[in-house]
C-alpha cells in the first residue's frame, strides 16, 4: 500500500512524499500513525544527515522516515503476532532500541517514523519490547509519553545518601525540593508535571530568562493545580536579578534538594551547585551540541557536601510503560505541553523553524491538510474559520489546554491530505 511521509536524504534534505510500502511479513505489523510530537531530536538529524550517529550513511540512496514520538492503532497483524496483538489496538513507540548500531525508529528507518500515515512495525522494534499498548483517551497523550518518559528517567536517575547509614535512595528526595533551570520550555513542563503527579516533592522552582514564556508555562500547569496535589509550585524571572542565587537560596530556604538543568549553558551548572544543599543532586539534563563544553563546580562542596552530578538521556519502555499508567490514571496532564497543531503538510518548515524555538510541543496529524496552528491563536483565528473557532471553545472549556474534545473534533472536521 501507498503512503505519504517526510522522509530525510540527507543534510537539511527532507521530503514530503508518496510511496510503496511492503507488504508485512509473518512477524510484523502494520501501523496508521495518527499523531507525532515534533521534537528537536530530529532536527538535530536533519541539520547533520549522515554524520548523526543514528542516520545511515547511505540515507541519500535509501532515506529514512523522520519523527519518532509516535501514536496510532493497528490496522494489520503478521500471522505469528495474533493473539499478541489486535487490530484497531492503540500503540505507542519506544524508539530508543539500545541496539549497537544506534539505528532507532525515526532516524534510521525507511519503513518506519512518526512523520508517516502508515507504518510498518518490524521485528526488531517487537523483540526488544518498544511498542506499547496505549488505552489513554487520545493520540496526542500517547505521543507525547516519550518526552515524558525521558524526563521520568530523570528523575529516576537522581539519588541522595543517608550519610549516618551509607544507604542510598534513587530518585527526587521525597517531600523535598526541586529546581528546575531554564525550565519554561517543554521538556521542563514536562518535568513541572511529573514533580506534581509523580516525583513526591513539596516545591518546585521553576527559572528562565523570558517573561512570556513563564507566562506561558504557568497558564498551561498552574500553582493553584500543583498546590491542589500539595505542591508548592514557583515560576521566577531570574532576568536582571542583582544576585539570582541568593534569591532561590531564600525562596528555598536554603537550598534545593534536587535541580534539573534544562539549557546546556555552563553558568546554570555552576548556578545549580551553588542552590543545591548538602546531598544535593544535579541532573544535567540538557544535551549539547558541543563535544568540549567546559563546566565549574566548587570541588570543596562535592566532596565535605555530597554534592553529585548525573545526566540523563531517553529512556527505556519501562520508564514509557510507567508514563503511559500514569497519563491513564489522569495523575499527569499532557495537554499542558502542547502548543501548536499542525498536518503532515506542515512539518517541513516547521522543523526548520526550530532554529529558533518557540512554543512547547506541537503535535502533528498526519492524515490532515494543516499549516502550523498555535493553540492560543485559536479564537483569533476562528474570526474567520469555522473549524478554529469550534476549536477555540472547545480548548477554553478545557483551560485552555489541549485536550480528548478537540483532538477528536479536529479528526472529524479538518480537510485530510
Known sequence: MKTKAVRLYGVDDIRLEEFELPAITDDELLMRVVSDSVCASTYKAIRQGAAHKRVPDDVAEHPVIIGHEMCGEIVSVG???????????RVVLQPALKLPDNHDPGYSFPFIGGNTQYAVVPKVVLARGCLLPFAGDSFFKGSLAEALGCVIRGYRGLYHTD?????RTDGAKRGGRVAILGGAGPVGLGAVELAVGYAGVSQVVVTDLSADRLAFAQSKCSPARAQKAGVDLRYVNTSGMDDPVQELLRISDGGFDDVFVMVPVPALFTMAEKICREDGCINFFAGPVAHDLPGALNLYRVHYDGIHVVGTAGSIPQDMRDVIG??????????ALVSHILGLNAVCDTLFAMEKPSGMKKVCYNE??????AIAD????????PLC??????????????CREAEEYLLAHAPRL
Do not use: H
Open 79 to 89: 500471522a505469528n503476532l495474533r493473539g499478541t496483538w489486535s487490530e484497531g489496538q
Open 368 to 373: 490532515l491538510d494543516l499549516p502550523l496552528i
Open 163 to 167: 550519610y549516618t547509614t551509607y544507604e
Open 326 to 335: 500514569l497519563i491513564e490514571q489522569e495523575r499527569i496532564e499532557p495537554g
Open 389 to 402: 473557532a469550534a476549536l477555540a471553545q472547545i480548548v477554553e472549556r478545557n483551560g485552555g489546554l489541549w
Open 378 to 385: 485559536l479564537p483569533e483565528l476562528g474570526r474567520t474559520d
